[in-house]
């Protein structure tokens, strides 16, 4: 139903990809995925249209939209993307660089254009970042550029701030910025890739209203008419882009209000390339058996803990928990078989995630070892409440972890407290008034542990309700080291020490690297998924 | 007549304003901060937070709140979405679906269902009888949602006499399916309604008068027990439009039909209480006036509850 809009969107908008396999019911961990990269466009076009089912787009304007990424790399590029390499491609940026990981010298590559032919130059960007970080604007990315020098300025606490320009964004020249942030970071090029960098034209900053309804962007496809709501938006290639070239003439972006709906029509050919819904990963296999393609997506979900009640304060209680899970058996009734049991707290697909096993037996489905921690910790009394928003589409997912609760860790009363929906689910953690462990899920916006650790595990994280408000000094530390290291390996490798810390303290239960799942018509072929979700580019129409 | 109709306009005025007063306290009155919650998982900064409470009234107490979204409402502008989409346009791209729908279905049920419901009192204890009996009670018996998908799988995937979602084909086409669907239930509804109804009356003393008088078989059927059968099924119909209208969250979202059922279903979600006040607004009103005109047809139908 349309619920799924704000959820898909929570959940997209949440989710970078990564391709792990590709069609024919692959499931291992190795990229498979063939003839991808930027190569693949510098030749002819292949030309004909294809379509792409999505949800209804909050906004298009990138500084504002939480979803809409395959409608917004159409109609915008911006300095990197990812594709489907794990590190920064340059895209519009001729080069991104930093002696000290705090002063940065970003330079655009010149003669690229908006579709409306002016220019796009350093202004571009710096106009759109104002626009972006500037509070009262109430852009849901605003705190994309939070680290930027300036930004507290434009997001006082109370009333409207004096200026309107983060002061430290620099236009050095037509196609050099600076930009000098509050603190060191090296995962910075990373962060570029996310929606709130990208460029704006002139013409944006005369009525953003009237320019969300038919973007003027600087993308490999321009709009055609205008977003038609909740019906359709459609895009033809732009034949001024400078960067690579894609195959297609045009798309078609299909509005669904349900993912089923969606699924339905790609089987009946209506609609070529469909992400297809968790219900479905069972069915996808026999309904798509050459053309659908797993993405392991940089999201971990997990079952968090209310931190702040003392019956779950023993780290025993919830190590006993995650050993009473038997991720497997969840995953083949729940998920197909599609997703991979977690053994860490990062997902492989950014550097340094995904370690093995280091998790250790916690993560490992043990129900005797787990009933002797729990009596270790002092046992249990009365029941145990799992706290989940109800009616969009975690249902099922968090009866079985009950299940799997009750029937291993003996506990008789296992119950499942389904919230009515987001906002009080939500609303409960922000309260602190969950009495139970909960739903508990981050997708990073870049393929870098950074984003994870940062907003779930430290103590001033945009997103550490959702990891039960936990709070370790030794953890920041760790973590302010690594956005400081000088190289990335070294960063890496503190990250990973951040991370073995956070276990040892076990704030959370992981369960899943989740992965995303599409499936296309026979209409399209090389259909390749990245970090920037659908490469539109590479699609070719048969 | 004129009188009885003034009168039941202006106790729509009453409603109007009781209603919506309703609606507003009921949105405002669900837990949880609709604002914080658009950012998911992330929170938003606080200084987002405050821009946009400031630019829905939210910080308002929520008597208020009603009180400016009236004055809004008298000047024709009946606020916005989170996204900034105006009810307005929301409601005037929204309505047309719904109303075809809506309208599409309503008729089938009329027609087939009166239709059905005559010729199974006239052919009682036939196969025929039986047999429509027995269809009517299965599909009734089926949940909404099977039937709605078993449907579009065999009519739009497998057999493809009919597009699979979506309204890119218009009316008629991209509405026959779904209003089908929606009729059916209806429709067993009215046919099981007018049948009763109709064998009650063929036995009247009123039938026997006629039928002793000479009159005509088919005169005193249609002319005599059908109109005095129709007032039941012109009281289901009447409500039933309003519920048509209302809009369908279930065959909207499985046919992809961007109608006010949708709509409706996902603002409450995210607790938008423009969007849920004024699209819960236009189907008060047309509850009423349906019901108004339901209660006009009375008098045409039977002349002794006329509204003199």
């Known amino acids: 139903m349309r619920m799924w809009q704000r959820l898909t969107a929570l959940a997209v908008g949440a989710a970078l990809l990564t391709v792990t396999a590709c069609g024919g019911g692959s499931d291992d961990d190795g990229d498979t995925s063939a003839g991808s990269g930027d190569g693949a466009g510098a030749g002819e076009s292949t030309g004909g249209t294809f379509s792409v089912g999505i949800d209804e787009p909050d906004f298009l304007i990138p500084g504002r939209a939480q979803g809409a990424f395959d409608e917004m ?114 995962q910075f090029p990373y962060k570029l890739g996310q929606p709130g960098w990208y460029p704006l034209p002139e013409v944006a900053f005369e009525d953003f209203d009237a320019f969300n309804e038919a973007p003027v962007g600087n993308g490999p496809f321009q709009i055609d008419g205008s977003w038609e709501h909740d019906v359709a938006l459609s895009v033809t290639r732009y034949e001024d882009y400078q960067g690579p070239r894609p195959n297609a003439d045009g798309i078609t972006f299909r509005i669904y209000s349900d993912t089923t709906t969606a699924y339905t029509d790609a089987i009946g050919g209506a609609v070529d390339i469909v992400s297809v819904p968790q219900e479905k990963y069972k069915q996808v296999t026999t309904d798509f058996p050459d053309s659908y393609v797993a993405f392991n997506a940089i999201r971990l979900d997990w079952l968090g803990f209310p931190l702040w009640d003392p019956r779950f304060q023993d780290p025993r209680v919830r190590q006993a928990v995650s050993m009473s899970i038997d991720r497997d058996a969840v995953n083949e009734a729940i998920f197909g078989g599609l997703y991979t049991p977690a053994t860490s707290y990062h997902g492989p697909s950014a550097p340094g995630g995904g370690t093995e096993g280091m998790c250790g037996e916690f993560c490992e489905f043990d129900p005797d070892r787990a009933k002797e921690l729990l009596a270790e910790a002092g046992g249990w009394e009365g029941p145990m409440e799992i706290w989940f928003p109800g009616g969009v589409g975690y249902d099922q997912t968090f009866e079985a972890l009950a299940n799997q609760i009750r029937q291993n860790l003996g506990i008789e009363e296992v119950t499942t407290k389904s919230q009515p929906g987001f906002v009080q689910f939500l609303d409960a953690l922000r309260n602190q008034q969950a009495t139970g462990p909960f739903r508990g899920g981050w ?81 399209v072929s090389n259909v390749i998924i990245g970090f920037d979700q659908v490469e539109l580019n590479e699609v070719v129409v048969n | ?60 107490p929520v008597l208020l709140q009603y009180v400016k979204y009236l004055g809004h409402l008298f000047t024709g502008d009946l606020g916005t979405d989170f996204n900034g989409r105006p009810v307005a346009d929301l409601m005037g791209q929204r309505w047309p679906v719904t109303i075809r729908l809506a309208l599409t279905a309503w008729v089938i049920q009329v027609v087939v269902g009166i239709g059905l419901g005559v010729l199974t009192a006239l052919r009682k204890g036939t196969w025929l009888d039986h047999t429509v009996l027995f ?47 929606l009729a059916v239930f209806g429709l067993a509804s009215v046919a099981r309604l007018v049948r009763a109804s109709m064998l009650e009356n063929l036995r009247a003393d009123y039938v026997k008068t006629a039928m002793a008088k000479g009159l005509s078989r088919r005169r005193v059927v249609y002319r005599h027990v059908l ?71 009375y008098g045409v139908l039977d002349p002794r509850i006329r509204h003199e």
């Open chain 1, 73 to 186: 790399h159409a109609l915008f590029s911006g300095l990197v993307k990812f594709g489907d390499q794990s590190e920064p491609q340059l895209l519009h940026a001729e080069s991104i660089e930093s002696d000290d990981n705090v002063v940065w010298t970003i330079a655009v590559k010149p003669d690229w254009t908006f579709h409306d032919g002016t220019p796009v130059t350093a202004q571009s960007y710096a106009d759109a970042w104002n626009a972006t970080a500037y509070g009262p604007n109430a852009w849901a990315n605003n705190a994309q550029l939070s680290n930027v020098v300036g930004w507290d300025e434009l997001n006082p606490a109370e009333g409207t701030p004096a200026t309107d320009a983060l002061s430290g964004v620099e236009v050095v020249d037509e196609n050099t910025l600076r930009v000098t942030l509050k603190a060191a970071d090296s």
């Open chain 1, 443 to 523: 997708g990073s916006l870049y393929p870098s542990m950074q984003s994870l650790l940062t907003s779930v595990f430290s103590t001033n994280g945009d997103g550490r309700e959702g990891g039960g408000s936990y709070a370790n000094p030794e953890v920041d530390a760790l973590i302010t080291q690594a956005d400081a290291a000088p190289s990335l390996e070294e960063a890496t490798d503190l990250y990973k020490a951040a991370e073995q810390r956070i276990i040892e303290d076990f704030p959370i239960v992981p369960l899943f690297y989740a992965k995303y799942v599409y499936a296309h018509s026979s209409n």
């Open chain 2, 1 to 60: 007549m004129g009188k009885y109709v003034v009168g039941r306009l202006l106790q729509l005025v009453v409603v109007f304003f009781g209603v919506t007063l309703l609606i507003y306290l009921a949105v405002y009155a669900l837990p949880g901060d609709p604002i914080r919650a658009l950012g998911g998982d992330r929170q938003l900064p606080e200084s987002v937070v405050n821009a946009m409470r400031a630019q829905f009234n939210l910080d308002d």
């Open chain 2, 135 to 181: 269809f009517t009670v299965a599909v009734i018996s089926i949940p909404v949602f099977v039937l709605a998908y078993t449907a579009q799988i065999v009519f739009g995937v497998r057999l493809g006499v009919v597009p699979v979602s979506g309204i890119d084909e218009g009316w008629p086409v991209s509405y026959l399916l779904p209003s089908i669907l």
């Open chain 2, 227 to 297: 109109r005095n059968s129709l007032i039941p099924a012109v009281t289901f119909l009447g409500i039933d439009l309003g519920y048509l209208l209302g809009g369908t969250v279930i065959i909207e979202g499985v046919f992809n039909l961007p109608g006010v059922g949708q709509l409706l279903f996902s603002s409450i979600a995210s607790q938008q209480g423009p969007v849920v006040v004024g699209v819960a607004t236009v189907l008060v009103v047309i509850f009423l006036l349906a019901n108004l005109v339901v209660d006009l047809l």
